[in-house]
């Protein structure tokens, strides 16, 4: 499975921007696709994800309310629209696959694939 993901880019604060993930490869309905973002000097953390087979999603509580994230339309993609974003969200977010969710979606290493990053900058 490779991950391409797009999306990313430089808004004002309170701005939006919609990130997408798109897979080649097949998921499987026990696959678990997440967004995970790093900020310089920081640590990676887990922002959103979503269970292929189902659509539950989970958020860190910081987005909650402001992230929401989705399958695509088109297949294999997975979208995660972004609103009423604040300067703390600037970072390089990155999604990963976990083809065979086991119900750990925080850590990274629970990841089996991973696509590049893509730069968001949130002016103030």
């Known amino acids: 499975v490779q991950l391409q993901a797009s999306g990313g880019g430089l808004v004002q604060a309170g701005g939006s921007l919609r990130l997408s993930c798109t897979a080649s490869g097949r998921l499987f309905s026990s696959s678990f696709v997440g967004w995970f973002r790093q900020a310089p000097g920081k640590e990676r953390e887990f922002v959103s994800g979503i269970r292929w087979g189902t659509g539950i999603p989970y958020y860190v509580d910081s987005v909650k309310g402001r992230f929401t994230i989705s399958r695509g339309k088109a297949e294999n993609t997975v979208s995660l629209q972004m609103t009423s974003l604040k300067p703390e969200d600037t970072a390089v977010y990155s999604c990963?696959?976990?083809?065979?969710?086991?119900?750990?979606?925080?850590?990274?290493?629970?990841?089996?694939?991973w696509g590049q990053g893509t730069q968001v900058t949130v002016s103030s």
């Open positions: 990963a696959a976990d083809v065979d969710y086991r119900g750990s979606y925080l850590l990274g290493d629970e990841y089996d694939y």
